[in-house]
Structures are given as C-alpha cells and as structure tokens.
C-alpha cells in the first residue's frame, strides 16, 4: 500500500509547530491585536484543516472496513478476528484505566492547588446535548447499548459521522456481499478499491495542507493560555504526559515484547504520524499512513483494514487514561475522597463512555463531562482544566495512534499472518 507522505512533510510540520508557538507568544502579549488575529485568521485556518480532515474519515473507514472483511475468508475466520479484536481492546483500555487511576492516587496531583489561581472558564452549555446523550448510555442495559449501536437510518449516521454504526452497517454490508456470486462481489470490490485509492489521492492532498494547519492550532492554544497559565495546573499535565510515556514504554512495549516486537522499533517507523497527530490534536489525520505503514511493516491488509477504524471507536488508550486521572484530580480539587467502589464504578463508566467517540480534538473533554456527573463530581469542575485540555489532547492523540498501530501487529501475529521478513526489510529500508 502506498504511504501519503509529501517531500519532507515532517521538516514541514515542525517548522509550522516552532513558528506556531512563537506567533502565539507574541499574541498572549499583545491583547489588542490577539482577538482578531485569532477569530479572522487562525480559527479559521485551523477549523479548515480540521473540518478536511473530518471530511473524509466516513468513506476512509467504509472503504477500509469492506475491503478488509470481504478479504478474510470465510464467516469463522472473521468472527475469531473479530473477537480477538475486540478482547485486546478491551483488555488494553482497562490497563489504561488502571494505570491512569493508580498515578492519580499516588501522584495526587488536585491537592495543595489554590482554587482562586484557577481562573479559566468554559460555556458548558455547547456540551450540554452530547453529555446528556452518554449519560443516558450510562443508566441502560446492554440490549439497549445494541440496539443504539444499530443504525434505523445509516445515511444520518453518514451525517452524524456516528462512526460505531456506520462500523456495524459496514460489517453487515460485506457479510451480505460476500454471499453473492464471485463475478459480481468482484465487480463491486473493484469498484470500493478504486474508491479508497482515490482517498488516498484526496489524503495527500490535504495533508499538504498541514503544515498551515498545524500553525494555526498551536498559535490559537499557544496565543489563549500562554505559557504562564499553566503553572497552577503543572502538577496535572506534567502527570498526564509522564503516565502516557510509563503505559507507552512499559506497559505497551512489555505487550509488544510479549509478542516478539520491539516498540522503540515501532515509534521510529511511526515517527512522522506521531508528530502530525500530536500537533493536531486528530488521530484521523493520520488513519490512511497509519494502515499503509502497518500493512508495508507486515501485518496482511485485510487485517489492518479492519482493526484499525475499528479501533477508532474502541482502543482509545490515551484518552481513557486521561479521563481517569483527569476525574481523581477534579476530585481531589474539591476535597472529593473516591472509594475502591467508587473507582471501580468509574473504570466501568469510562469503558462504556469511551466508546464510539471519533479521534477528533475535544471529544475526550466531553466525555469527561458525563463520567465526572455518574460518580458525583460536580462538572463544573471541567471549568478549572479546560484551558489545558488542548495541551492534554496532543499527549492522549499520540497514545490513541501508538495503541491502534500496535493492536494490529498483535493480532495479526495472533493469527499467525505477521510476514516477519517483510517486517524486517521495511524497516531496514526506513532506518537507511
């Protein structure tokens, strides 16, 4: 598969993140010139990079979803992948839950903070419906959760981008495909590859685009919350992006070694989508690199066809280990002492909350809203991290990506479909 990658598109980048963080400085001190700089020129920029990039998620994850299914073999050999699947997501967001959950209690990063210091503030109302919706997830059975999970009309999912429907319209669209004639389900698959190459072809074209996006997305946060603000929060984001490093390096790289891979090999052939997505805040900006490159490194396509989208919606590592801690330090801030089953009713809401949400910017902040409310935090709490939650989102994207990138290699070597010699000629040919 080929690898949307523009000359020196990383070099690119980082040029746009340095001049972003120093064009946001200049603003933070200049207030008469900052609210027009950032309404008229970098919100803009920034939300048409992200919206370009929002645009082609649904036929990216279609495509990618009919092609992998309709290439494994038979009915048995999907339900077993697809159960692996889902069990290794499942056991890995627990972990994370876990791990973030223990660093919050050992680390405490809500006591000893001035409340009067934290002085941002958020207009939770824009919030208001998407939180409701979970929390009415929360209170439900599991018929209920399939029952929304199946879509009553897929073209408003398409709309909507609810991406677990559009998951399970995808799988039971190819299970029916793959029952009709060879001459014609060949026909049709044709025609779906043309239609993924051809967003192959769009991907590259927008991501010529984000080095300018990446630009106006640190100048905004950069530009809002300086460099200052963050001193009253120091203790939760210096927290957040060392337990994300622990549960990369040690609890992801022991996975890995487990299954005969090597993670710092795994981070250096990731190297320029850890960086789009970190800058982004978007783990779908880099959806398309991030299956060509596990496919090329030697996981079989119609695995990474599969588990990859899927895991958008099910293996977000780094967000629900934000959350977690995120929800002991707002405790902790209000002198709230959680129990062992209090925090045990958490871990269970965070891995209900935490599926179906796409990997755009700000979504684990509205999750956040619905798990603080079913544990009885009060959610005007969200207020005093809001203004570092963008800071936050860089660090959980780059696990999101880690984690999913991963999840295929293992269950692929699971199956026994991991070409390991053209594993290992990829990456001598990246290391050169």
């Not at 009309?153 to 009709?180: A, M, R």
């Not at 992006?241 to 487990?258: D, N, V």
Request: glycine residues 6%; proline residues 3%.
């Amino acid at each position: 598969m080929k690898i949307i990658q523009s000359k020196n598109l990383a070099l690119k980048i980082i040029i746009g993140l340095c001049f972003g963080i120093i064009t946001g400085l200049i603003l933070h001190q200049n207030n008469y010139i900052k609210s027009w700089v950032l309404i008229n020129v970098l919100q803009p920029l920034g939300e048409i990079f992200i919206r370009l990039i929002k645009m082609i998620v649904v036929p990216i994850i279609l495509t990618s979803l009919i092609i992998g299914i309709s290439g494994i073999d038979n009915t048995k050999n999907l339900s077993r992948i697809g159960l692996k699947t889902i069990l290794y997501f499942e056991l890995v967001t627990t972990l994370a839950i876990l791990v973030g959950l223990i660093s919050a209690n050992i680390f405490k990063p809500g006591y000893g903070i001035n409340m009067s210091s934290l002085s941002n503030n958020i207009d939770l109302s824009q919030y208001k419906d998407f939180s409701n919706s979970i929390q009415k997830k929360e209170h439900t059975n599991i018929l209920n959760i399939i029952v929304e999970l199946i879509p009553s009309n897929i073209f408003q999912s398409f709309v909507t981008g609810n991406i677990l429907s559009i998951i399970f319209f995808s799988v039971i669209f190819s299970l029916g495909l793959s029952g009709l004639p060879f001459k014609n389900k060949n026909l049709f698959i044709n025609i779906i590859k043309t239609i993924s190459e051809t967003m192959f072809n769009v991907t590259s074209i927008i991501m010529r685009f984000s080095p300018i996006g990446v630009f106006s997305l640190i100048s905004n946060t950069v530009a809002n919350f300086g460099v200052l603000s963050l001193i009253p929060l120091i203790k939760l984001v210096v927290l957040v992006y060392f337990t994300i490093i622990f549960f990369i390096f040690i609890i992801l790289g022991s996975i890995a070694w487990f299954f005969g891979f090597n993670i710092l090999i795994l981070l250096h052939i990731l190297k320029d989508e850890i960086l789009l997505a970190f800058t982004t805040s978007s783990s779908e900006s880099v959806l398309l690199n991030l299956m060509a490159k596990m496919e090329n490194y030697g996981a079989p396509k119609t695995i990474c066809n599969f588990v990859i989208p899927t895991g958008y919606s099910f293996n977000l590592d780094g967000s629900t280990l934000y959350q977690s801690i995120a929800a002991l330090f707002i405790a902790q801030l209000y002198g709230i002492k959680l129990t062992l089953f209090t925090q045990l009713t958490l871990i269970l809401t965070l891995m209900i909350t935490s599926k179906g949400i796409a990997g755009i910017p700000g979504v684990s902040f509205v999750v956040l809203l619905a798990t603080l409310g079913s544990i009885g935090i009060p959610i005007e709490g969200i207020a005093f991290i809001a203004g570092v939650d963008r800071i936050l989102d860089m660090a959980r994207t780059v696990l999101n990506v880690v984690g999913n990138a991963l999840a295929v290699l293992i269950v692929s070597k699971w199956e026994n479909q991991y070409d390991t010699s053209k594993g290992l000629r990829y990456y001598k040919h990246k290391k050169v």
